[in-house]
């Protein structure tokens, strides 16, 4: 594809996304910036959630990574929608019952103030590392499409990548975002169905006949019981997917800023539990759109890239189908990847503002508005900094890379969360903070000895659970005696 192409579809799809954000973001308040003014209706923020959890990310990795781990992501899947019917259940009435802003007030009601600065921290910490990995891989795309070609620096695709998603969401927040991950959820699934219909045509193959060749193929291997040394082994994926979408998603601003501004809880519990099955669908239809790009690649002599990431980019892009399949494999990396990093801003906008800053407690609404300007400005930036240093680091799957990360940060966050709500006493709240960085440290030390010391077994993402863990055992030493 040409560079001009390219920019052409963005800056079409941006003009789109601007104009969906403007309406929706006219006259938005504080109120309307962090939780919607809560007056969603819950079958729209389960249409906006399905593209809302698939990222750029998963869009090009997680067909890749078939090569390498088969069907077994859709056991972690299997896992994520068990952990969707927690959240449902479990938090949302929860938080709805307690009427908060920020899901990390909780612990301020819960432990004090110590305990939730620690968990806002740690979120800060997750949440823009996580977006950064996800923009990052865009950026990885456009410089290999747009910025090599015209002899333009990554540093200057960052700088372009951050201002397009500032620009979208500096006004509307969540408010807005609820209606452009919608316009990303319908331009996600249109790419990928129509990537598999173009691929299969391309491959002579009717409906059944691609079917039945993915059925077929030893990619499309799912279940994994007989190694538990294994990485993909079943129990391993499928509770680190349910401990990882309860973190990832119920204890994550990011994503429950959405869920927070349905009308009522049971509204909120509708859209979870929605969203959450056909997330497990959208998930099978990616892995089902790797094996058949490893069909095409073998069968037409091309080269498997050394990152498994590459090849959706590589076959999309490169004159192999007809240019309308470039084009739709642009349109689906940018809705999913900028409005994930869109969401990502504004919740790390909304933790800096009400629980680091504590900005809604002492000011008025005129104060708390240019605060949350300044804010978001900020974060803009520390997300280019952090993209330009992943840049230079990066060596691995970014989808695995996402999850490691993922086991580290929000660990300390599920297992608060987890003390807070299953044992009733109090803490000493200015220890909490001790204990949650001592928790990853131990993680840390526990992965790099696990073969030595539990004969060959090798953690993956599983490390999470024991993360929570560590930070939960530590909690009941620092307990106080009353309740």
């Known amino acids: 594809?040409?560079?001009?192409?390219?920019?052409?579809?963005?800056?079409?799809?941006?003009?789109?996304?601007?104009?969906?954000?403007?309406?929706?973001?006219?006259?938005?308040?504080?109120?309307?910036?962090?939780?919607?003014?809560?007056?969603s209706r819950w079958y729209v923020v389960a249409f906006a959630m399905i593209g809302s959890s698939i990222s750029g990310v998963t869009f090009v990795s997680?067909?890749?990574?078939?090569?390498?781990?088969?069907?077994?992501?859709?056991?972690?899947?299997?896992?994520?929608?068990?952990?969707?019917f927690i959240i449902a259940f479990l938090l949302i009435p929860l938080f709805y019952k307690m009427n908060l802003v920020s899901i990390y007030e909780y612990l301020d009601n819960r432990f004090g103030v110590s305990t939730h600065k620690t968990g806002a921290w740690f979120f800060f910490i997750s949440k823009m590392l996580g977006a950064a990995v996800r923009l990052f891989l865009v950026c990885v795309v456009l410089q290999l499409l747009v910025f090599e070609p015209l002899h333009l620096s990554f540093l200057l695709n960052v700088i372009f990548t951050v201002l397009l998603?500032?620009?979208?969401?500096?006004?509307?927040?969540?408010?807005?975002?609820?209606?452009?991950d919608s316009l990303k959820t319908l331009c996600l699934v249109g790419s990928?169905?129509?990537?598999?219909?173009?691929?299969?045509?391309?491959?002579?193959?009717?409906?059944?006949?691609?079917?039945?060749?993915?059925?077929?193929?030893?990619?499309?291997?799912?279940?994994?019981?007989?190694?538990?040394?294994?990485?993909?082994?079943?129990?391993?994926?499928?509770?680190?997917?349910?401990?990882?979408?309860?973190?990832?998603?119920?204890?994550?601003?990011?994503?429950?800023?959405?869920?927070?501004?349905?009308?009522?809880?049971?509204?909120?519990?509708?859209?979870?539990?929605?969203?959450?099955?056909?997330?497990?669908?959208?998930?099978?239809?990616?892995?089902?759109?790797?094996?058949?790009?490893?069909?095409?690649?073998?069968?037409?002599?091309?080269?498997?890239?050394?990152?498994?990431?590459?090849?959706f980019p590589l076959i999309a892009t490169h004159g192999y189908f007809p240019k309308i399949v470039g084009v739709l494999f642009i349109v689906g990396l940018i809705s999913a990847a900028y409005s994930a990093a869109g969401s990502a801003l504004t919740a790390l906008t909304t933790s800096f503002t009400v629980d680091i800053l504590g900005s809604t407690k002492h000011k008025t609404d005129l104060e708390v508005v240019k605060v949350r300007k300044q804010v978001h400005v900020m974060m803009s930036v520390v997300m280019g900094l952090v993209i330009i240093v992943i840049n230079s680091l990066n060596n691995t799957s970014v989808i695995d890379a996402v999850y490691i990360l993922a086991s580290y940060?929000?660990?300390?966050?599920?297992?608060?969360?987890?003390?807070?709500?299953?044992?009733?006493?109090?803490?000493?709240?200015?220890y909490v903070p001790l204990v949650a960085l001592i928790s990853p440290?131990?993680?840390?030390?526990?992965?790099?000895?696990?073969?030595?010391?539990?004969?060959?077994?090798?953690?993956?993402?599983e490390l999470l659970i024991f993360n929570a863990l560590f930070t939960f055992i530590g909690l009941t030493l620092i307990m106080n005696k009353q309740k």
């Open 1 to 39: 594809m040409s560079p001009v192409l390219v920019l052409s579809t963005i800056f079409c799809y941006f003009a789109v996304l601007f104009a969906i954000s403007y309406i929706a973001g006219r006259k938005t308040d504080n109120q309307g910036f962090f939780v919607g003014n809560r007056k």
């Open 441 to 461: 440290i131990l993680c840390f030390v526990l992965q790099k000895n696990s073969q030595v010391w539990f004969n060959g077994y090798t953690f993956s993402y």
């Open 192 to 311: 990928v169905l129509f990537c598999i219909y173009y691929i299969s045509s391309d491959l002579n193959l009717s409906f059944n006949g691609a079917f039945s060749a993915i059925i077929d193929h030893d990619y499309s291997k799912t279940f994994f019981f007989d190694d538990v040394n294994d990485k993909r082994y079943f129990f391993k994926q499928f509770l680190a997917g349910i401990f990882t979408m309860i973190a990832m998603t119920g204890l994550d601003q990011d994503m429950m800023q959405r869920n927070l501004s349905c009308k009522n809880f049971k509204d909120s519990q509708k859209n979870m539990i929605t969203s959450g099955i056909f997330q497990v669908v959208i998930i099978l239809l990616f892995l089902m759109l790797g094996v058949l790009l490893y069909i095409y690649a073998t069968k037409s002599g091309i080269a498997i890239p050394k990152k498994s990431d590459e090849l």
């Open 409 to 430: 940060t929000y660990g300390p966050i599920l297992g608060m969360f987890a003390f807070g709500i299953c044992i009733k006493k109090q803490v000493r709240d200015k």
């Open 165 to 180: 998603v500032w620009l979208y969401t500096f006004r509307g927040g969540v408010k807005a975002l609820i209606w452009t």
């Open 62 to 84: 997680v067909p890749g990574m078939v090569a390498v781990s088969n069907f077994s992501y859709l056991q972690m899947a299997l896992g994520f929608l068990t952990g969707q």
